[in-house]
Each structure stands twice: as structure tokens, then as C-alpha cells.
């Protein structure tokens, strides 16, 4: 079973939100949670904090981050 996702922790897409502009892997934060931590509220900025989206997820939508992974940037459009 994964880590536990909590109010204001860092979370990474287990997919690509093309809707949104938006890939798998990239991070976001955790503004709510919903439904016990069933469902999440994520906003995703840019490195220098443009809100790209505020998106409501699943838990199969997002996944806890790992001391032992590394951050990497794409450019948007």
C-alpha cells in the first residue's frame, strides 16, 4: 500500500490530464482533501508559480512523492 497523501503535501500525476496541459509525473500540491482522503483537490504551478490548474482527483490519479526521486521541468505552453 502507498504512503498516505495529506492536506498540503507534494503529490506527482500517475497520468497525463491533457485537458489540463498537464502530464503524468508532473507535482503539485494538495490543497483538500475529500471523502477521507478518497478524492483530492491538487493545484499545479509552474516552477516560478503560475497556477496551471486546480484539478479535483482520485486517489489513482496521484501518488505520494519519494525522498530517493529527482524533479526534472518541461516547458508548457
Known amino acids: 500500500m502507498g ?6 503535501d507534494t503529490a506527482a500525476l500517475t497520468r497525463d ?3 489540463h496541459g ?3 509525473s508532473d507535482l503539485g500540491a494538495v490543497v483538500h482533501l475529500y471523502h477521507d ?3 483530492f483537490k491538487v493545484e499545479l504551478t509552474t516552477l516560478m508559480g503560475a497556477t496551471r490548474g486546480v484539478v479535483t482527483l ?3 490519479d496521484i501518488r505520494a512523492i519519494h525522498d530517493g ?7 508548457v505552453a
Open 3 to 8: 504512503a498516505t497523501i495529506k492536506e498540503f
Open 58 to 60: 482520485e486517489t489513482g
Open 22 to 24: 498537464l502530464a503524468e
Open 69 to 75: 526521486e529527482i524533479a526534472q521541468a518541461r516547458e
Open 37 to 39: 482522503g478518497k478524492a
Open 17 to 19: 490530464l491533457s485537458e
